[in-house]
């Protein structure tokens, strides 16, 4: 993204470095909710469009919700090096495609990931600058179990095997910038919404303000 900043006697061009914004949390928490609203409030936000080997839900569109793939041919993206991330979660296979990562910060835009704390950590180790990561709580786990039931888009042994595991990816709360609690989704996605405009504001994502502040000092 660029923004044209200056007065008469020229323009200076600030850019800003593309963010990657990643939403983690138990299954059910909301993140693909607030996801949703997001990316509809902000435009040069693009969701990451993960590949998986778990069946398609109801609803679900390919190339929209998941590039739905095999295990052999997700082995084959993985053998030829296609995946900026990937994890096993809940016994099927996700990935993060390198590729499309890649084209959407290359035109100036920020991305945003809805994957697991497994694949948060492997792109901190890849881009920590560029990375901004926030977990989402649910409000109890008694509201966590009955946001999976009223989703209604998974087998009572699904939800319930994402039931146990819930503890498990909740542990790794600690590990993320900002912890947000689902309790009311417009207050959450404004909450999410003001991370990333405090985040695109950083010095560091701010290219050329140097210049920017010299020309204002020296009288443009
Ligand atoms: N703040 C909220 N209050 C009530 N219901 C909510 C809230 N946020 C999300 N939900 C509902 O909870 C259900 C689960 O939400 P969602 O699918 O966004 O979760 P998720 O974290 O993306 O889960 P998964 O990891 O399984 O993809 C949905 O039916 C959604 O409408
Ligand atoms: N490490 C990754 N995790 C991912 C990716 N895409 C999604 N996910 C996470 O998987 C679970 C289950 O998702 P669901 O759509 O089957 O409910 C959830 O925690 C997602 O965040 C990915 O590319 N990499």
Known sequence: MTETA?????FIEVHRRGLMLVLS???GAGKTTISRRLLSLEPSL????SATTRPKRRG???GVDYHFVDPTEFNLMINRGEFLEYAKVFDNYYGTPRKAVEEILGRGSDVLFDIDWQ??????QAARDDLVSVFILPPSTR?????LRARAQDSAEVVAH???KAADEMSHWAEYDYIIINENIDLSVARVQAILTAE???RQRQIGLAQFVKGLRDGQ
């Open 60 to 62: 679900e569109v390919a």
């Open 143 to 147: 509201e966590l179990e009955q946001r």
């Open 6 to 10: 200056g007065s008469e006697g020229g």
């Open 200 to 202: 695109r504001l950083k």
């Open 162 to 164: 994402r039931m146990s």
């Open 25 to 27: 949390s138990p299954s």
């Open 119 to 124: 694949g948060t950590q492997q792109l901190a």
């Open 46 to 49: 693009t969701l990451s469009v």
